[in-house]
Nanobody, 133 residues
Framework: QAHLVESGGGLVQPGGSLRLSCAAS????????VGWFRQVPGKEREGVAC????????YYVDSVKGRFTISRDLAENTVYLQMNDLFPEDTAVYYC??????????????????????????WGQGTQVTVSS
């Protein structure tokens, strides 16, 4: 059964870095927009970044611009989220999702779920990121 698997989470000090991975199993990322979300218990899920399925166009929410970088390796069928200069408020469970419908629209991929629970084609199980001294 096709699914996504995240890895790379952990405990890091403020100002530190982590790289998250999102690997696809049972399907390929070609043509899929792939994005990262995060959620803290008791709060709404928040979109973080997305990379398009067309030309690799990227979109970031304001709170992570300049600190996070989303990239993909189609040969490895994996999307990465490089997170630098981490803040305690970046602490959350991070999830990746993929959807063909947003092939060339990474901003739309993130914005469509603002305030609602959008049903993306594929979701991962999440990986915990904790930023604390």
């Amino acid at each position: 059964q096709a699914h996504l698997v995240e890895s790379g989470g952990g405990l890091v000090q403020p100002g530190g870095s982590l790289r998250l991975s999102c690997a696809a199993s049972g399907f390929t990322f070609h043509h899929y927009a792939v994005g990262w979300f995060r959620q803290v218990p008791g709060k709404e899920r928040e979109g973080v970044a997305c990379i398009s399925g067309s030309d690799g166009l990227t979109y970031y929410v304001d709170s992570v611009k300049g600190r996070f970088t989303i990239s993909r390796d189609l040969a490895e069928n994996t999307v990465y989220l490089q997170m630098n200069d981490l803040f305690p408020e970046d602490t959350a469970v991070y999830y990746c999702a993929a959807d063909l419908a947003f092939y060339g629209d990474p901003a739309g991929f993130i914005r469509v779920s603002e305030g609602i629970s959008y049903d993306y084609e594929y979701w991962g199980q999440g990986t915990q990121v904790t930023v604390s001294s």
